[in-house]
């Protein structure tokens, strides 16, 4: 199945320009055909091609139906910026594939990545989504400072009632802390902090803010790869804590 | 920590060349400084720089103690490679840092790349090892046809006596099949196919050959995705039985 991404398909059954281009000039679709078409915001609609313009698809709406994420957590990834740029749009996409609500690049004492264009960020999340047949565009902030992060999460939900989980160097803190705390069924926060690990003040504001520090492996794991393995455990625990049921 | 890979250190006491430029002009080690190197088959070595030769350092070996890997079985990843070259690589990196045995690229009747060149995984691979800190190096394969594959790996040991999965796209095999089959403990072979899927007579020999066919998620996956997190799967489903142990 090819999906469409048209995030104002309901109000104006158009598709947006690079969309139309890509639907009529490369797949070469025609006036009658019917394809699908999402919203960026659950709903997947099957449309019929009314008027093939390659700057704006015009379409009939047949149907529209809602797809739910196939996670029924709030999942939250705040993590700083990698100094190779490459590493953070791998795991824009990994992390979209797998399953995210919400993405947030936090600027630290210690990043070597103080700047961030998120467009290019936008682009692969929306690609990903529609790739691995999704149907929400998970929402990526803009750059953040660490300290009005943590003061943000901890006043709104789903951040409000969420576990919060940060992963940090030190080795008192092993991957069972994770496993063993985590509660299936909870919006879960989980910040990873730049190469360089997060400042000693970081850490106490994040911990009396409600963060639990781990480590997600006995391994010294990189940036995007512990970001990505702690999004992909809590999937797991829940996904384990469903067959259980 | 930095860790330089030497496969002949305890006969020869003297770093590669590549080794020793990097020890010599980059990090400007000198006579007398003490350096970490590992042999890949899980040797850590504490050594003395004797002569600082930028071709060939030589070393006085201090100490030596074997670092097991953090996990206890053996995991075996034989994955189509993927079209673009860039993701083959990326998996690689990943499922070195997360933690893998051997990584065997199948070349499959679907598969869209049939040549690969494995001296750059086998690099990616080393460069990995050294900076998660581990000591044994993953034994990357030449390209094999599926079918002798899956006849080699059911003759000898540790193949032979693992558990056997197959990413398969067809929707009846959900992902609590591997969940619930996989047994702490076990060895494993885990198998992805190419962008195109196994053929049906590559899916008959395979569960002829006892694959049990999975996929990894309810989500369609990449297949460099869908193998880095079955093989992160197994990681967290021996974690969370030794915790419970």
Redesign the interface.
């Known amino acids: 199945m090819i999906q469409f991404f048209a995030p104002d398909i309901k109000s104006t059954a158009t598709l947006p320009q690079d969309e139309s281009a890509h639907c009529v000039r490369v797949l070469r679709h025609r006036a009658g055909d019917e394809i699908h078409v999402i919203d960026g915001e659950g709903s997947r609609l099957l449309c019929r091609i009314l008027d093939p313009n390659p700057r704006g698809v015009m379409v009939e709406i047949i149907s529209s139906e809602i797809i739910p994420p196939?996670w029924d957590v709030n999942i939250i990834l705040a993590v700083a910026p990698t100094k190779n740029m490459d590493r953070m749009e791998?795991l824009t996409e990994?992390a979209v594939?797998?399953?995210i609500n919400r993405i947030v690049p936090i600027i630290c004492t210690h990043s070597e990545r103080k700047v961030l264009k998120t467009e290019r960020l936008q682009k692969i999340a929306v690609s990903a989504m529609k790739?691995?047949?999704?149907t929400f565009l998970p929402r990526i902030d803009e750059p953040t400072p660490i300290l009005s992060f943590i003061k943000e999460i901890t006043l709104e939900e789903p951040g409000k009632s969420a576990m919060k989980f940060m992963g940090y160097c030190d080795k008192e803190y092993p991957?069972?802390r994770l496993?063993?705390e985590y509660k299936p069924g909870k919006n879960v926060v989980i910040m990873i902090g730049p190469e360089g690990d997060f400042s000693p003040e970081e850490v106490k504001k994040s911990v009396d803010a409600g963060f639990i520090p781990v480590t997600f492996?006995?391994?010294?794991?990189?940036t995007e790869?512990a970001a990505?393995?702690g999004i992909?455990?809590i999937?797991?625990i829940n996904?384990?804590a469903n067959?259980n049921k």
Chains 1, 2 share one sequence.
Request: charged residues 25%; proline residues 0%.
């Open positions: 196939s791998w990994k594939e797998i399953g790739q691995s047949l999704k991957l069972r496993i063993q492996g006995d391994n010294r794991l990189r790869t990505l393995v992909d455990m999937h797991f996904a384990t067959i």
